[in-house]
């Protein structure tokens, strides 16, 4: 994946609380281990939560469904805007790369909803964060939280991803993660989340469609990237290879029900706690947003089989 060296960045998309809102980690070396997911007991607990969202309450809600109060934390974009002003910057950071994504992502769905979409922020955090869905942790994964309409990350989750899921990784997945949170503020929007019973499970649940529409939400995102125009009226995204394609696919599938229960779990899968998709179902839903580019193509809510 490469951006486009000369397009001006924006990092209004972003409020960043990280150590008081200062920022820390530049670029790849960012921090390994604080999300927790290296602990086994709590593997079994929250990995099923990863990239969802949706905390098993199918209602898109933050990772463990905490009800709660606002977001904490001091925001200080200040380092943000300074190292991370163009494309350039994009290619040589993660962070600066998020921020593109973030930018792109938003852009792609102001262009499909219009004035039905309403553009809101991601907020970088490191260890733990307060938000109006409750308290969580980096151990959540990332995750959106529909009462206040944020999407909530630490970075390290993408190292963690590689070292601990064994994902190859890479700039196009870490922007695989962000449009899937993105696509759920996308289903809260259009009120899609309400078609959920929540705590229901199961490989065909509604709480799993909820999460297959947002992995197709964000291929089809992914079909357009390299067009979708900034405010200059330029893309954002330069490039998206076909090995960034397999990367994603590849970490779709390390992130399915099926392949957490049974290499990062108790070693059993058990169907009918799925909440999120098999790895299958979640890299055949990807790819039929990537393949078709079509929003409307991604009904899971109107299909028997889901893959």
Partial sequence: MRYSEGADLDTSGVR???????GSGRGRGLAVGGGGLGVVGLLVVVLIQVLGGGGGDGTGAAIGGFPGAGSGGTVGNGELARECRTGADANESVECAVVADIESIQDYWSGVLGADYRPTQTVFFDGAVQTSCGGATSGSGPFYCPADEL?????????????QFGARGGLFVNAYVIAHEY????QNLLGINRQVTPGESGPTSGTVRLELQAD??????????ETVPDDSGQPLIAEITDDDIARALDAAGRIGD????????????????FTHGSSEQ????FR????????????TFATDGLG
């Fill in 216 to 225: 197709c939400f964000a291929g089809a995102w992914s079909s357009h990237a």
């Fill in 16 to 22: 960043d609380v990280r150590g008081g809102g200062g």
């Fill in 288 to 299: 039929t947003g990537y393949e078709t580019g079509d929003p409307g193509r991604c009904d």
């Fill in 183 to 186: 696509a759920h503020h996308v």
């Fill in 151 to 163: 999407v909530y990350i630490d970075l390290s989750f993408f190292d963690q991803l590689e070292q």
């Fill in 258 to 273: 099926d392949f957490i229960q049974e290499n990062l779990g108790g070693g059993t899968v058990d169907q009918d706690a």
């Fill in 282 to 285: 979640r890299q055949r839903w």
